[in-house]
């Protein structure tokens, strides 16, 4: 499967984006990690093919992820943008039906996206 991530972009604090990714196939398990210079690959957050969620406590409340109808599509909502959320945004997918911890685990998704860059200025 592979994936293709669309929405990144440069924004100021405080502000908005929505990035998009759609699998090539059926996938289950769909999430958004990130990667900050110097910095390791972390979870931002995940969904079940059932739409359970799983949120790094760092966007809580600021982000949301959701499917599409056709459900190899996922989408996270960046609201209130700040600058320690600028990162290489990564779309992963699972073909694993996960439970909601086991969306945490990086080993768990088999397919990766090429990246997306979100910058926030202050």
């Known amino acids: 499967v592979q994936l293709q991530a669309s929405g990144g972009g440069l924004v100021q604090a405080g502000g908005s984006l929505r990035l998009s990714c759609a699998a090539s196939?059926?996938?289950?398990?769909m999430g958004w990690y990130r990667q900050a210079p110097g910095k390791e690959r972390e979870l931002v957050a995940a969904?079940?093919?059932?739409?359970?969620?799983n949120y790094a406590d760092s966007v809580k409340g600021r982000f949301t992820i959701s499917r599409g109808n056709a459900k190899n599509m996922v989408y996270l909502q960046m609201n209130s943008l700040e600058p320690e959320d600028t990162a290489v945004y990564y779309c992963?997918?699972?073909?694993?039906?996960?439970?909601?911890?086991?969306?945490?685990?990086?080993?768990?998704?088999?397919?990766w996206g090429p990246g997306t860059q979100v910058t926030v200025s202050s």
């Open positions: 992963a997918a699972s073909h694993l039906r996960l439970i909601t911890s086991e969306l945490r685990r990086g080993n768990n998704y088999d397919s």
């Open positions: 196939g059926s996938v289950n398990a």
């Open positions: 969904i079940t093919s059932g739409g359970n969620t």
